[in-house]
């Protein structure tokens, strides 16, 4: 069974920058498509970003394109979500998922896998 843990969430200032990491035991992550997920109070669970399993292939929602970089960190069996020039409409919890083969998506339903999230609020 794959569990993962996101961290690195906080406060930031606007402008700001901060990374995630999404992090699994026992597990090696590049088995598995990670994509990364946010969710802002009252509204519905979005996708930010994916890798796939090799990590030669990225996508991005259009709102974080040229800000946050996905990338893996196979030394240290993490996936890391850079995100910099942070704006308030980021804030959101974020989640990171597993999809148990290749190819990513930013469509929720195709993930089997969930952390219990991190917060990240952007606010001066």
């Known amino acids: 069974q794959l569990q993962l843990v996101e961290s690195g969430g906080g406060l930031v200032q606007p402008g700001g920058s901060l990374t995630l990491s999404c992090a699994a035991s026992e597990v090696t992550l590049n088995r598995f498509a990670i994509g990364w997920f946010r969710q802002a109070p009252g509204k519905e669970r979005e996708g930010v970003s994916c890798i796939s399993s090799s990590g030669y292939s990225s996508n991005y929602a259009d709102s974080v394109k040229g800000r946050f970089t996905i990338s893996r960190d196979n030394a240290k069996n993490t996936v890391n979500l850079q995100m910099n020039s942070l704006k308030s409409e980021d804030t959101a919890v974020y989640y990171c998922?597993?999809?148990?083969?290749?190819?990513?998506?930013?469509?929720?339903?195709?993930?089997?896998?969930w952390g219990q999230g991190t917060q990240v609020t952007v606010s001066s």
């Open positions: 998922g597993a999809i148990d083969g290749r190819i990513c998506t930013l469509r929720t339903d195709s993930y089997d896998y």
